[in-house]
């Protein structure tokens, strides 16, 4: 408290000064400290506060006919006399003040000292409107404006008698105007002090219209070193200011550290950074970094300019800190603040690496969310800060807030970034600002506060609920639930396999399938390519012969669990028949009670868009799986490996001409049409949890069938490229893994949706998953398209083979539905059965732009 009150005296204190050493602009600025309604007084700091009282201000009559200066009752001797608190000037109709300045951004603070009453009126009695005019419209920064309610609801963060209000208005002629009035005729209105200082240009570059045109908005210099806000969070809109906009600086916060007073600030601005423990809004605090500044370096100002914000923010920050990588993946950190509804904000995070152990990049990178929605990805400081540590960044953010009636939360979220080829995760904020916007028709004022205990009180502040609700986290427990009790279903049933097969393998067969070898008919919709509908029991023999004793030159592909061999065998005493060979590595424990968990899985499935199991063999402890044989090999094959040579009967040729845009179509639609399947058609929710286009075989009329499905995954893919690092809980392949499902751990089908949204962007853009060795931003598909798709860039990384053939109404429709799946939320995902549809959609789109422009070519063809 005391160190509180100590840093309001510096507050006030050697703006004008420090301005003039420090922002070389200032020197053709007028910088404004007014002392309202009281003479010139120098402060205890040698800090001059002009009287109000200066007809360059304004004409004395004006003085005489609508102010009058009060007579101050202090009721706390320590600010007695003291400039702003000395005095106050008191306005009962409307007064301009009008100050010369030169054009360009200026602060304007604001000070109302509430522990007095003036001219025997009691403070919660005043209720101010103020008017902003810089030349460029006039601005309403406060509306009925009740300092009293203020410093009073806001007594547990800020415990000062004096309400400071702090605006940005841009002067864009050689006056700013401000003009202060009761809000009611009859009524009255005060004030004690006004701040005025000049702002570099670029600091805060939201004032002014900016025009979508490249050639002029490339002569405006950019926004200093800040990453500025490209979309509306929450709506993917574009954003750009159209109109001339006025700030209010709602919260200025130093994370992790103490106050920072206005004295310390850099730029001369003599902003207040307070501390951020207030506004903590989980339980989770985090940890502090170098809580005692014994950790000082230079902070090298090499990107953003050092007005941007002190060394003292930067020395200090707010990490995850010293737990387990699984607990920080599961945990955020969250600030909250109580904002006024119906307006944009304007959020600017500061970040600079000071951890002397982060040497490289992608060591903290993180996410961040506005009222949880995502807001960003892949933040990495360390990395923006061009690789050097104690590089200071900051980036912004804007959102709209229409919820509530007047109050509305507003929260920011920092959590680790799921990215799975991370082995660190963390993150770390040092300083942060929110600024509300002013509406269109320029007013920036919002309600008074309303005080706790107050019966008209409509809701505790940060009390609304986060977007999102409630019923998705229940749907997924439910699922999750259901999801258990299939696995415990298949771990009973797969035991009771393991018990017989170890009677008698053989025995096992005879007992499942009757001797005519027909136990398996087809009961689902989708029917089988198969003749019949089979699960045989073959020798090691037989397999044996079919893949001459596993020769490498019969192999058509690897993976995790082991190799998958081609070969041709010969069933129901005479039919020969071409097959998929899967051989399970023997080394994996693991491995036997996967296989035979997919055994069960497989011989209950049929679709005519998932691959038939025919039979296995387990024999000698060599476990193998027996399935149609899809001669057209994987979808990726089609869209990028061009010159595969796995297929032995193809060696040296370059086996696939891409593949046409409608192939792809129809494609992706079949292989939707399996993962639906799979989802729903058998009464339970089966979850294939590694969709990815090597698992999307295409039979010899180019039907797509989803194959290894059940939970019949051991390992991570081996392709090339990719990365070795998966957690030991979350099983999938990198690059198609649901960022929820690494965070919670929580496997529900939407975590299909999202690989197969990852799909989606593979077979458009004709890429895999992952490309490691690309720039960051490029690396993952699935964001990196996301990032396109939503800044309609997404035709530019579209796979040169069909992008003339791509009509842009479909491809429109493409890129929404794959953006819908990788959602970074489940619950914002669509099923399976909706992707169906709307590619069914797109497939049309598609069909009907073609067939327009048939029509339109032939009508062009001269007789
Ligand atoms: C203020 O100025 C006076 C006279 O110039 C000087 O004696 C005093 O030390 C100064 N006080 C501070 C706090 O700088
Ligand atoms: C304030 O009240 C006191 C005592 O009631 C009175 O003497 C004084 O004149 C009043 N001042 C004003 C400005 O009304
Ligand atoms: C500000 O007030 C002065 C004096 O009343 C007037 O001449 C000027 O036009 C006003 N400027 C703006 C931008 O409103
Ligand atoms: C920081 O200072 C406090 C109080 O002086 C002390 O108790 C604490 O151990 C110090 N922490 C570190 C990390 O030096
Ligand atoms: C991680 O830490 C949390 C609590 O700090 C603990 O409950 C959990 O068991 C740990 N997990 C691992 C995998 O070590
Ligand atoms: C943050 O963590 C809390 C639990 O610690 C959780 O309830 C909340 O959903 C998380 N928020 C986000 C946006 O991840
Ligand atoms: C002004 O604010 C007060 C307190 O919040 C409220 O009771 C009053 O109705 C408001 N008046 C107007 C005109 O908005």
Not at 405 to 421: E, H, M, N, V
Not at 676 to 683: A, D, K, P, Q
Not at 799 to 825: S, Y
């Amino acid at each position: 408290m005391i160190n509180l009150l100590q840093s309001f005296s510096y507050i006030i204190s050697l703006v004008t000064l420090i301005a003039l050493l420090i922002t070389p602009s200032s020197c053709k600025t007028n910088n404004y400290l007014i002392n309202c309604g009281a003479p010139t007084t120098t402060s205890a700091d040698n800090q001059t506060w002009n009287t109000d009282e200066n007809p360059t201000f304004a004409p004395s009559t004006s003085y005489k006919d609508n102010t009058k200066v009060a007579h101050v009752i202090n009721e706390d001797p320590s600010y007695s006399g003291k400039p702003p608190c000395s005095g106050a000037r008191i306005f009962h109709s409307p007064f301009t003040y009008s100050f010369p300045v030169s054009p360009g951004p200026k602060i304007v603070r604001l000070y109302f000292y509430t522990s007095a009453t003036y001219d025997n009126t009691s403070v919660d009695n005043f209720f101010l409107t103020l008017k902003a005019d810089g030349g460029s419209g006039s601005f309403t920064l406060l509306g009925n404006f009740s300092a009293y309610l203020h410093q009073q609801f806001f007594k547990n963060s800020i415990p000062l008698p004096i309400v400071v209000k702090e605006f940005l208005v841009m002067a864009t002629s050689s006056r700013l105007n401000l003009t202060f009035s009761p809000t009611l005729t009859g009524s009255l209105a005060f004030v004690n002090g006004i701040e005025i200082i000049a702002v570099p240009d670029n600091l805060y570059d939201y004032f002014n219209p900016q025009s979508s045109d490249e050639t002029s908005s490339s002569n405006r210099s950019p926004p200093i070193g800040c990453f500025p806000a490209k979309t509306n969070v929450g709506s993917q809109l574009p954003f750009s200011i159209l109109r001339p906009t006025a700030l209010e600086t709602v919260r200025r916060l130093n994370v992790g550290g103490s106050d920072v007073i206005s004295e310390m600030d850099s730029g001369g601005m003599s902003r207040t950074w307070y501390n951020d423990a207030n506004y903590i809004g989980g339980n989770f605090k985090g940890a502090i970094p170098n809580p005692n500044r014994t950790l000082i370096t230079d902070i090298s100002y090499t990107i953003v300019p050092k007005y941007t914000a002190p060394n003292l923010v930067y020395w200090t920050a707010r990490i995850m800190g010293p737990y387990n990588n699984s607990f920080k993946l599961k945990n955020n950190i969250t600030w909250a603040f109580s904002v006024d509804s119906g307006f944009d904000y304007l959020i600017r995070l500061h970040f600079c690496e000071i951890d002397p152990s982060v040497t490289n990049r992608r060591q903290r990178e993180f996410e961040v969310l506005v009222n949880n929605e995502q807001a960003d990805n892949e933040v990495d400081p360390f990395h923006l800060g061009n690789s050097l540590r104690s590089t200071p960044v900051c980036k912004d953010y804007v959102t709209s807030i229409y919820e509530g009636s007047s109050k509305a939360s507003l929260s920011i979220t920092l959590r680790p970034d799921t990215g799975s080829y991370l082995t660190y995760h963390d993150v770390i904020l040092n300083g942060l600002e929110i600024f509300k916007m002013s509406q269109p028709n320029g007013n920036l004022a919002g309600p008074n506060p309303v005080l706790p205990g107050d019966p008209n009180r409509p809701n505790k502040p940060n009390s609304l609920p986060p977007r999102g609700g409630t019923n998705s986290n229940h749907l997924i427990e439910i699922l999750v639930g259901v999801l258990g009790s299939v696995v415990f279903i298949a771990l009973v049933i797969a035991s009771a396999f393991c018990w017989l097969l170890r009677e008698s393998s053989q025995n096992y067969c005879k007992r499942l399938l009757p001797s005519n070898g027909s136990g398996f008919s087809s009961t689902s919709s989708g029917g089988s390519s198969l003749p019949s509908h089979l699960c045989h029991c073959f020798t090691l023999q037989q397999i044996m012969v079919a893949t001459n004793n596993f020769d490498d030159h019969f192999v058509i592909g690897v993976g995790g669990f082991g190799k998958v061999y081609k070969g041709s065998i010969t069933i129901n005493g005479g039919t020969e028949i071409m097959v998929a060979i899967k051989r399970l590595n023997p080394s994996s424990k693991q491995g036997a009670l996967e296989f035979h968990t997919e055994i069960v899985m497989l011989t209950t499935l049929r679709h005519v868009h998932l691959v038939s199991l025919i039979g296995f063999c387990d024999e000698n402890g060599e476990m193998v799986l027996v399935y149609d044989y899809m001669p057209l090999g994987t979808l990726q094959d089609h869209l990028y490996h061009k010159y595969s040579f796995r297929h032995s009967d193809k060696m040296d040729t370059p086996i696939y001409a891409p593949m046409s845009w409608k192939q792809r179509l129809l494609t992706c639609i079949r292989a939707a049409r399996g993962l639906h399947y799979l989802h729903t058609g058998t009464g339970r929710v089966i979850i294939h949890r590694d969709v990815k286009s090597t698992n999307i075989l295409l039979d010899k009329n180019w039907i797509a069938k989803v194959s290894d499905f059940g939970i019949s995954k051991v390992g991570p893919s081996m392709k090339e490229g990719a990365p070795t690092y998966v957690s030991t809980i979350v099983k999938g392949s990198i690059g198609y893994l649901d960022p929820e499902y690494i965070r919670l751990k929580q496997l529900t089908e939407k975590s299909d949706v999202y690989s197969f949204g990852v799909v989606l962007f593979e077979v458009l853009c004709a890429r895999p998953a992952m490309m490691p060795l690309l720039p960051n931003e490029q690396v993952n598909l699935a964001r990196y398209a996301k990032r396109c798709y939503e800044e309609g860039t997404l035709h530019e990384i579209v796979d040169p083979n069909v992008r003339d053939e791509i009509a842009p109404v479909c491809l429109r429709k493409f890129g929404e539905i794959a953006e819908m799946c990788v959602r970074d939320q489940g619950s914002k995902r669509p099923s399976m059965e909706e992707v169906v549809w709307y590619l069914e959609f797109a497939l049309k789109l598609q069909e009907t732009d073609e067939n327009n422009n048939e029509i339109t070519t032939s009508s062009i063809i001269p007789n």
